[in-house]
């Protein structure tokens, strides 16, 4: 592949918002579990047990669609899933059952997962390779500005419409994502040169073969094990602070706020923790570690608000420095394989979703939100020593 221009702005942009709009669809239900669970007459496992069918279909849906987009064109899945998703949150606020709710989820996963990895790959294409870091980065962000904007408002504005009104509000942030997108594609300046070269039938096996290494495979099972504490987190705090606290629900955008930028902060540190350091296993090891610890305290204690909050934000800064060195230790591959490599970086982050969907919503049923703490910091000493046998590997094929 061979590009000539600068940083397409307006697909980076446009993928940013569509990305916040996808994930925003998920992580904005976590302070509405409760008031779900009682208008539908269900238990609140249940309603958190959707974070996981989320996960899966988003996963499946991404590795499908990826593979069909590099055979039949990215403009499609790009201007039709965000529609489609528009459509199932409107379809949302109008359920009275709980099995239709699920299927319903289950369509929006699909939607999301055929977004948002097939803008990873346009902008990829777009953008030249001394811009892609950045440009990824830019696109990223609309994940962390669900934690940092779109919870908080979720919570503020759902005290007033309700999760149905919520619901209704996401459709719009979805023709949002279609309408920007789809300016940004129509926009798409001549200059960009963009070469792909087929692979053949036989080569897609043995590229598979390349990439998936030993060391791969455990950072692969690393990065499970951290997207199940950080889900847990992400899933089950707001519900936390309204069962352990009795906070009104309006009330829980304040802590909401402060874990985001607790993660927010530490995802930029960690990036510069991996541009700097060349074990970037070992920084991974160490943060994730740190971040166990904290989650010791954080769901098995409750000394005042105040130090629940600050815990918090303490846990998402670590987990958050842990990310960007797993990330580029995954990326340290050869160039031939690296895209096959974070294409499955999404697939494989949905099975630690799911997970924590699941294992959460069954220690809540069982013993309560002090079973967290055992589950986080055992995910993270495993995350930790999977990766120690690769900890001396260098960044060996970046040039």
């Known amino acids: 592949m061979s590009t000539v ?54 996963g499946i849906s991404s590795y499908l669609t990826g593979y069909a987009s590099d055979r039949y064109g990215r403009r499609g899945f790009l201007l039709i899933s965000p529609v489609l998703l528009c459509f199932a949150m409107i379809a949302v606020s109008q359920v009275q059952s709980y099995y239709l709710l699920v299927c319903v989820t289950i369509f929006a996963g699909l939607c999301c997962g055929a977004y948002t990895g097939t803008a990873m790959s346009e902008v990829s294409i777009q953008t030249p390779v001394s811009h892609q870091g950045r440009a990824l980065g830019y696109v990223m962000a609309g994940q962390s500005l ?6 908080p408002l979720s919570a503020w504005l759902g005290a007033k419409i309700g999760w149905r ?25 001549a200059g960009v040169r963009v070469e792909h070269k087929k692979v053949a039938g036989p080569g897609v096996n043995t590229d598979r073969k390349r990439a998936l290494t030993g060391p791969v495979i455990r950072l692969f099972i690393a990065l499970v094990a951290e997207r199940v504490c950080f889900g847990l987190a992400t899933f089950y705090y707001a519900s936390y602070l309204r069962t352990e606290y009795a906070m009104p629900i309006d009330s829980v955008a304040i ?50 608000i105040v ?30 394989v690296r895209g096959l490599i974070m294409g499955l970086n999404s697939s494989i982050a949905s099975v630690g979703w799911l997970a924590a969907a699941l294992m959460g919503g069954w220690l809540y049923a069982g013993v309560g939100f002090g079973g967290f703490s055992p589950l986080m910091v055992a995910m993270c000493v495993l995350a930790a020593a999977i990766v120690l046998p690769d900890t001396r590997l260098r960044q060996q094929h970046s040039h």
Not at 31 to 46: E, G, N, T
């Open 165 to 189: 009104g919520m619901h209704i509000v996401l459709a719009g942030l979805a023709l949002i994502a279609a309408a920007s997108m789809l300016a940004a594609l129509a926009k798409k300046k």
């Open 255 to 304: 802590p909401l706020i402060g874990f985001a930028l607790g993660n927010i902060s530490g995802t930029f540190v960690g990036g510069q923790l991996a541009d700097k350091f060349p074990y970037r296993r070992i920084s991974f090891a160490v943060a994730i570690v740190i971040a166990g610890c904290i989650a010791v305290p954080w769901f098995s204690w409750q000394p005042g």
């Open 5 to 58: 221009n600068a940083m397409p702005w307006r697909i980076v942009l446009a993928a940013c918002v569509g990305m916040f709009a996808a994930t925003s669809t998920g992580s904005t239900r976590s302070p509405f579990l409760p008031d779900i669970a009682a208008d539908l007459s269900v238990s609140l496992p249940a309603v958190a047990n959707l974070f996981g069918i989320t996960a899966a279909a988003w």
């Open 307 to 336: 130090v629940t909050i600050l815990l918090g934000v303490a846990f998402a800064f670590f987990d958050g420095l842990s990310r960007p060195p797993l990330l580029a230790a995954l990326a340290d591959v050869p160039k031939e």
């Open 146 to 151: 669900t934690l940092l904007i779109g919870v």
